[in-house]
């Protein structure tokens, strides 16, 4: 008898903790994330100190995948600051990247760079109280019709790149943007909220930084750019050519000659936020690549020039794969 009130107990016990997981799951405001690291947490059951507040995986568990973790290192800060400095063998590689009729001399540079501009540490802030939530928004022709704009808006960031539009298809690609990286040749006018993140490919490209937000007299390439950008000053940020080659050292297996602005895009994501959601990259429904905000005839392009654009959307797939971003297709 004494044993089959204990079996009666063990099943009642079990039944109960179902009841419990299930009303838990139906009343967390959004079930989608529910996940069962919070689940033991409102149940008081121990578990390893968090590295977010998110209900899901934070980005900084990637070292739960044994390929990943050996590509991501989070000591690797994204931007450039007052105090940071470039070793000798990065500068030489990061010089190498595009070729400068007679370079200014970089110090020169980095000193009026910060007098002008702010140069301060920013995203230091993980933690087990923090969850920031990003999206990546690409310039894919898969945005046309996706009406993703509610999602990629609801992010605590929001990052574009390049061209990038928002006006006329905010149904599709939202109307926030709180970073927008761009290189000279892709510049755009921000409104005073943005944060320009530049993309320096060498010295001369800094230069441009400085002139266009003061004089406007710096002849950049031999392609054209705009001389004078409108965009809050107080709001520059630099990507930093050390957080360059690391992308390109650790995350490209020597594919391409360094990376395009959307995978740095997304390498940027992933070192400041906890969850990153990822939108319009690839090829559109038919196979077709071409930019959201263009009218391409035929095939649109494929080719990707220096980068090599295969290996990134490849190694895109398997953070997808491995839950490290969600992929929106």
């Known amino acids: 008898m004494a044993m089959l009130r204990r079996g009666r107990v063990g099943t009642l016990m079990i039944a109960f903790s179902v009841i419990m997981f299930t009303m838990l799951l139906f009343s967390y405001p959004d079930p989608q994330r529910f996940s069962f690291k919070h689940a033991f947490r409102l149940l008081d059951v121990s578990l390893p100190p968090d590295l977010c507040a998110c209900p899901g995986p934070c980005v900084a568990e990637l070292q739960d995948d044994p390929l990943l973790s050996k590509r991501f290192n989070i000591s690797f800060y994204p931007l450039m600051t007052k105090d940071n400095t470039l070793s000798k063998d990065t500068f030489n590689w990061w010089q190498g990247l595009q070729w400068s009729h007679n370079p200014a001399n970089f110090s020169q540079v980095m000193e009026e760079l910060f007098r002008l ?120 940020q630099i990507f930093s050519p050390t957080f360059m080659k690391y992308a390109y050292d650790n995350w490209m297996d020597k594919h391409g000659r360094y990376p395009s602005t959307g995978f740095f895009s997304l390498l940027f994501a992933l070192h400041i936020c906890d969850e990153v959601s990822v939108f319009g990259y690839g090829a559109d429904e038919h196979g077709n690549w071409h930019h959201y905000f263009e009218n391409n005839v035929g095939n649109g392009f494929r080719k990707t020039g220096v980068h090599g654009g295969e290996h990134e959307y490849n190694m895109m797939v398997r953070l997808n794969a491995t839950n490290k971003i969600r992929m929106f297709s």
């Open 117 to 236: 501009f702010p140069g301060e540490s920013l995203y230091l802030d993980a933690g087990a109280d923090r969850c920031r939530s990003c999206a990546v928004v690409g310039n894919s022709g898969n945005l046309k019709g996706s009406y993703y704009g509610k999602i990629i808006d609801s992010n605590d960031l929001v990052m574009r790149m390049n061209r990038a539009p928002t006006r006329g298809f905010e149904e599709d690609v939202g109307a926030r943007t709180t970073h927008h990286l761009m290189y000279p040749e892709s510049a755009v006018n921000l409104d005073n909220d943005t944060n320009l993140v530049l993309i320096p490919y060498k010295t001369r490209d800094l230069q441009w930084l400085i002139s266009a937000f003061t004089t406007g007299t710096i002849k950049h390439t031999y392609q054209p750019v705009m001389s004078r950008i409108k965009a809050n000053r107080e709001k520059v």
